[in-house]
């Protein structure tokens, strides 16, 4: 329902640019800070304002510790 809703609004190209680049890069951004035991909503948020900035840093920069 509420996906009708918003595409009404905005249609499905707008929608698919939502996903993209607001969404995935979120659940990308907490799926790894889980794994490296680091704050899931520091690293949510981060990926909100910085979108795949933040992802890259999560997956190059951040080794898991062993």
Sequence with gaps: MILNILLGIVGPFQVLIILLF???PIIL???R???LNR???VWGILGFFFSY???L??????KPKK
């Design 29 to 31: 951004c907490v799926n």
């Design 22 to 24: 607001f969404v995935l």
């Design 57 to 62: 840093i999560l997956y190059i920069l951040a």
């Design 39 to 41: 704050s899931k909503i």
């Design 33 to 35: 800070a889980g794994k």
């Design 53 to 55: 900035i933040a992802v």
